[in-house]
């Protein structure tokens, strides 16, 4: 069905009780949902619906989100205008087993692979402890980390370097990233993460190689810092 703007709304009937919004989905440019809805060719539709997935839109930037990101984690002179960038509101496990509602912003080219895989990761019942925009914080990501945030689009020069991060593009995010901490020598970001260090599987949120988070990325391509030799950086997925 349509809503007023312009978008298309896939409603899937989960029970007598509970109808849940699969995915409101924007027409502009070539996004591949949409063109899938349109077209009859349904196999990220039908994914969504084997996966029962709680995603619930991928839009443009709305002028509300764009007052939110602007100044911090986004600005005028940043190497990616907002019009690149997609808004994602999606339903999560938290911590407490619980459905919660998450926010991400990410590149026009990451959304579908997103989507599918934060589909993966909730038919997985892996648990994200919180998921808002990282403007909450101020832009700050030391903060954003050590309130075990997840995020993923933040304009910011990569750690410890120069050059752009990943996430200044929207190609990377961040998951349970006290749990998933950085590591360089004895620099552990956030410093809360010190509690984590032994990397303990049996600890909620925390990712290991191969595990259903690690799955659901590198099976389409993402990296893992994890995977890394120096530094480790457990929380970080990046699209190359």
């Known amino acids: 069905m349509r809503s ?11 029970s007598a009780t509970e109808p849940t919004l699969l995915g409101s989905v924007d027409n502009r440019g070539n996004n591949p949902l949409y063109a ?34 602007n100044g911090k984690s986004w600005k005028e ?10 808004y994602v509101r999606f339903v999560h496990l938290g911590f407490d087993d619980k459905r919660h509602l998450g926010e991400l912003v990410v590149s026009e080219k990451a959304v579908s692979d997103m989507v599918e895989i934060l ?17 909450n914080y101020e832009g700050d990501d ?6 075990n945030n997840t995020s993923a689009f933040n304009c910011r020069r990569m750690t410890g370097g120069r050059r752009w991060s ?10 349970n990233p006290t749990i998933n901490h950085y590591v360089k020598g004895r620099i552990v970001s ?15 949120g925390l990712i290991t190689k191969s595990d259903a988070v690690y799955n659901a990325f590198t099976s389409k391509g993402w990296k893992w810092g994890g995977d890394w030799r120096s530094p480790k950086d457990y929380q970080h997925f990046e699209l190359p």
């Open 36 to 69: 899938a809805v349109q077209s009859g060719q349904e196999r990220l539709v039908d994914y969504f619906v084997r996966k029962n997935v709680l995603l619930v839109s991928m839009n443009p930037i709305t002028q509300s989100v764009k007052e939110r990101m």
């Open 190 to 204: 956030p410093p809360s993460g010190r509690a984590y260090l032994k990397r303990d599987p049996t600890v909620k």
């Open 77 to 86: 002179n940043f190497p990616v205008p907002l019009e690149k960038l997609r």
């Open 119 to 135: 589909a993966d990761l909730y038919h997985a019942k892996y648990p994200i402890e919180k998921a808002v925009l990282v403007d």
């Open 4 to 14: 007023d703007k312009g978008e298309i709304a896939l409603v899937q009937q989960l």
């Open 142 to 147: 030391e903060r954003s980390m050590d309130d």
């Open 166 to 175: 990943k996430h200044s593009f929207g190609k990377a995010v961040d998951i």
